[in-house]
C-alpha cells in the first residue's frame, strides 16, 4: 500500500506560479514506481497532466501544459513534484498525484494509488 498525500495548492493570479508537492508514505516510493498528475477542473472529467515514467523514463506532457509544467521526482524524498508556470484561470481544477508501479501511461485508470487532491484556482 502507498499512501500519497498532495500539498502546495492555492490562489493565485494569472501569470503565477505554484509548485505542488506528492509524498508518498507506506512503501519505498523508488524508481520503479511510475507517478503522475491528474486534475479535474468543475463539472469536467479528470484529465492527465504529466508523468514521470519508472526507472528513468522520459517525462511527459499534456499539450496544454507543455513548456509550462515541469514534473520532478527526488526518490530519496518519496516526493515528486509539478512545477507550473504562467498558470492560467483554465488551469483552475483538483489537482491529484497517482501512483503505480511499472510502466504505465495517462489513462487513469492504469494508476493504483491516488492522493486526496489539492484545489489550485487561477484568477483572472
Known amino acids: 500500500q502507498v499512501d500519497l498525500v498532495e500539498s502546495g495548492g492555492g490562489l493565485v493570479q494569472a501569470g503565477g506560479s505554484l509548485r505542488l508537492s506528492c509524498a508518498a508514505s507506506?512503501?519505498?516510493?523508488?524508481?520503479?514506481?511510475?507517478v503522475a498528475w491528474f486534475r479535474q477542473p468543475p463539472g469536467k472529467e479528470r484529465e492527465f497532466v504529466a508523468i514521470?515514467?519508472?526507472?528513468?523514463?522520459?517525462?511527459d506532457y499534456a499539450d496544454s501544459v507543455k513548456g509550462r509544467f515541469t514534473i520532478s521526482r527526488n526518490d530519496a524524498k518519496n516526493t515528486v513534484y509539478l512545477q507550473m508556470n504562467s498558470l492560467r484561470p483554465e488551469d483552475t481544477a483538483v489537482y491529484y498525484c497517482?501512483?503505480?508501479?511499472?510502466?504505465?501511461?495517462?489513462?487513469?485508470?492504469?494508476?493504483?494509488?491516488w492522493g486526496q487532491g489539492t484545489q489550485v484556482t487561477v484568477s483572472s
Open positions: 497517482a501512483a503505480s508501479t511499472g510502466f504505465v501511461g495517462i489513462s487513469r485508470y492504469e494508476y493504483l494509488y
Open positions: 507506506g512503501r519505498t516510493f523508488n524508481s520503479r514506481y511510475s
Open positions: 514521470v515514467p519508472s526507472d528513468g523514463g522520459r517525462t
